[in-house]
């Protein structure tokens, strides 16, 4: 009985050990757009901030953090008004659009945003966003380290409500282009970038597997995965492990950088990470492969 009672306690104490940990865990990667769990728990209740659950209602329904409102990068892109492989498809919806959009959304420029996704278990949906929310003029952007189950692990409430804000007024004279580029710019300077594809291998190495026209990549694209990020419980990688991922694959901070992906989402990801690691041009290509493959030659 003496020896039962032991091994209980030790299991016990194990287990509450692995927990603290995991509440406790704090990101290692430090950069402008990120933050970690403790800091949302500390003031997504601040009449400033405004938490947003980055994969759509949907999926919030089926669980998300209390408060949270909810949006897709779809539904801030052109993708109702084209077919997909058109030129105009996936691009960033025009300014007079995207300002009722957002307003409706009631997502104000005066706000602190924090998005959160699902990390390398998603698609870099809160990346997405808020690239697009920066070519929109907003200045005070955050993502959440961990995503979803980090929020969840530190104890901030969960609900299957999602929160809806009142309209207000968002003006957007015109969009920054300076970490965008779409197929028709790529197309005439295509030999002044290094191509970065994020993709899984079974993608880069041609297979069809999210609605492509055809399989393959880009010319002479070289691949670092989107994944490739994130260390085994889905944070992201310290700076230096980052940089050195990249650096491995011969891309150096003074070169001109193209990031893409199947529709611009997870490289939109990456471009942010790219210029928090002080990578001088990087761009993520709207409508990526989606729209290249549709166009333009390809390599298997």
Known sequence: KLLFLLLAFVLTF???????????????????????????????EDDNVILVDARGEEAAKKGTIEGAITTTWQNLSNIEGATKGDYDWGLILEPEVLSKKLGDLGLSKDKEIILFAEGPKGWGEDGRIL????????????????????LQDIGLPKSKDVKKLDPV?????????????????????????????????????????????????????????????FDSDGYLKSNEEITSLFENANIKKTDKVVAYCTSGIRSAYTQLIMEMLDYEVVKNYEGSYNTWCVHNEVEN
Request: some cysteine; overall charge negative.
């Open 169 to 229: 007024e968002v003006a957007i004279d015109a969009l920054d282009y300076e970490h965008v580029i779409n197929t028709n710019e790529l197309e005439v300077s295509y030999d002044d970038y290094i191509i970065l594809d994020v993709r899984e291998d079974k993608e880069y190495n041609g297979g069809v597997h999210y609605g492509e026209a055809k399989g393959g990549r880009l010319p002479g694209a070289i691949q670092v995965r989107f994944t490739d990020l």
């Open 14 to 44: 194990s287990m509450v050990a692995c927990n603290s940990e995991k509440v406790l865990k704090e990101s290692v990667f430090t950069g402008e757009y990120i933050v970690d769990a403790n800091y949302v728990k500390e003031h997504y």
């Open 131 to 150: 690239w697009t929310l920066k070519a929109a003029g907003y200045e005070n952007l955050r993502m959440v380290d961990g995503g979803l189950k980090a």
